[in-house]
Nanobody
Framework: QVQLVESGGGLVQAGGSLRLSCEASGRAFSRCAMAWFRQAPGKEREFVAAISWNDNTYYADSLKGRFIVSRDNAKNTLYLQMNSLKPEDTANYYC?????????????????WGQGTQVTVSS
């Protein structure tokens, strides 16, 4: 059974940093694209960043330069380094896995989802 478990969320002041992790179990995902999405209260889930099986990265335009996505295939783990955080980054952050080498920003690209980790940025 595939499981994705996010961790690393919490409360941080504006301008601070957090590093999210997503540990996958149940199968190896070294040849799969992975991604982060987020959902703020009252808003739709939105794409944050994706990384292909061979480490090509892709970001939401509004987040380029502040967020960095990476993966460690040996640990079956996806990461999201978030810097210069803003109150508008407050959301529940989800990791997702696509059953393909590459993926995009569409929700439908992804087959497996974690339960999310809450990030709250105070002003």
């Amino acid at each position: 059974q595939v499981q994705l478990v996010e961790s690393g969320g919490g409360l941080v002041q504006a301008g601070g940093s957090l590093r999210l992790s997503c540990e996958a179990s149940g199968r190896a995902f070294s040849r799969c694209a992975m991604a982060w999405f987020r959902q703020a209260p009252g808003k739709e889930r939105e794409f944050v960043a994706a990384i292909s099986w061979n480490d090509n990265t892709y970001y939401a335009d509004s987040l380029k330069g502040r967020f960095i996505v990476s993966r460690d295939n040996a640990k079956n783990t996806l990461y999201l380094q978030m810097n210069s955080l803003k109150p508008e980054d407050t959301a529940n952050y989800y990791c997702a896995v696509a059953l393909s080498y590459y993926s995009g920003s569409a929700y439908s690209d992804y087959s497996y989802w974690g339960q999310g980790t809450q990030v709250t940025v105070s002003s």
